[in-house]
């Protein structure tokens, strides 16, 4: 019998993360810090922008679809952008946090006056404490988690229509794993209805994109490949050591000259080595030590 305790976890971001450079993988998603035994974490306002946007949005999914947009979507969002406000959300000056926090301002004010779907009933895949999860293999001990953003249900064809809301300015690419994580997800955790649509919302330009799903065998897949790759990464972390493992693809990181690594690891880096390029804005919601990298 597979163990989750001693399972390989994977999601979209922890992947990403991966893709991106194996170092900062390991850096964001597995090491601890000798002092407070947290995870450590650099936050940015674009990281801040998405959290205080999301909430508002995804919470809204609590409420009956007839009278889900009577709330009041500024005042959600002005109560829960006090989390994020100042260092802890990673602004550097007022100015910063003022521009951020504007564009959320005017994201959900197109959204209430078009909310488009929220306005339908939804599903919520069932969880407990973690995240929405499934073993993706049983037989590598992986188990795979996350949590849509939003899952309309169609009663026409009596299937679902699952959404990501996005609220940077970069378009998903082609090769993302999102929506196969999200198509997965649905799959294995609820069962009496499938998956037949699913699109982006770039909430900035209030662009509603549909993109074609893949097959669930192709889906799965895919994100079993790269979840494998991690895998194997881990074992030889403990078979041969973490520097073995988790290699930066532009090379080590130099703490006397600071140079090498990636922009994705190098600020990890000025964590561990203690640089006055980051700066420490206390611990997170998850327990992580939150730094901001200094301009």
Avoid at 32 to 37: A, E, R, Y
């Amino acid at each position: 019998m597979p163990d989750k305790y001693t399972a390989v976890w994977v999601s979209h971001s922890s992947m990403g993360d991966f893709l991106k450079c194996p170092r900062y993988y390991y850096l964001h998603n597995m090491y601890k810090s000798p002092v407070t035994g947290h995870k450590v974490s650099v936050v940015n306002p674009h990281m801040s922008l998405g959290v205080a946007v999301h909430d508002v949005l995804e919470g809204l999914a609590e409420f009956p679809a007839e009278s889900r947009m009577n709330r009041d979507l500024l005042a959600l969002y002005n109560a829960g952008w006090k989390k994020v406000s100042g260092k802890k959300g990673g602004f550097q000056s007022a100015d910063e946090e003022a521009g951020f926090k504007a564009r959320g301002t005017e994201m959900l004010e197109k959204v209430a006056s078009d909310p488009r779907f929220l306005v339908n009933k939804c599903i919520k895949l069932p969880q407990d404490k973690m995240p929405c999860n499934f073993y993706l293999s049983e037989e590598h001990n992986i188990i795979l988690n996350g949590l849509v953003d939003w899952i309309e249900y169609l009663p026409e064809t009596e299937s679902l229509h699952i959404v990501d809301f996005k609220t940077g300015k970069r378009e998903e690419t082609e090769s993302s794993l999102q929506l196969p994580i999200y198509l997965l997800l649905c799959d294995a955790l609820h069962k009496k209805r499938k998956v037949t649509k699913a699109s982006y919302w770039y909430l900035e330009s209030d662009k509603m994109v549909e993109k074609e799903l893949p097959d669930i065998d192709s889906a799965r897949q895919s994100v079993l490949d790269v979840a494998l790759k991690v895998k194997e990464a881990r074992d030889i972390s403990k078979r041969d050591g973490i520097e073995k493992a988790f290699v930066c693809p532009q090379g080590a990181y130099d703490a006397e000259s600071k140079s090498g690594g990636c922009m994705n690891c190098r600020p990890y880096e000025f964590i561990l080595n203690g640089d006055s390029a980051v700066e420490s804005v206390g611990v997170g919601g998850f327990s992580q030590d939150m730094y901001i990298l200094k301009k």
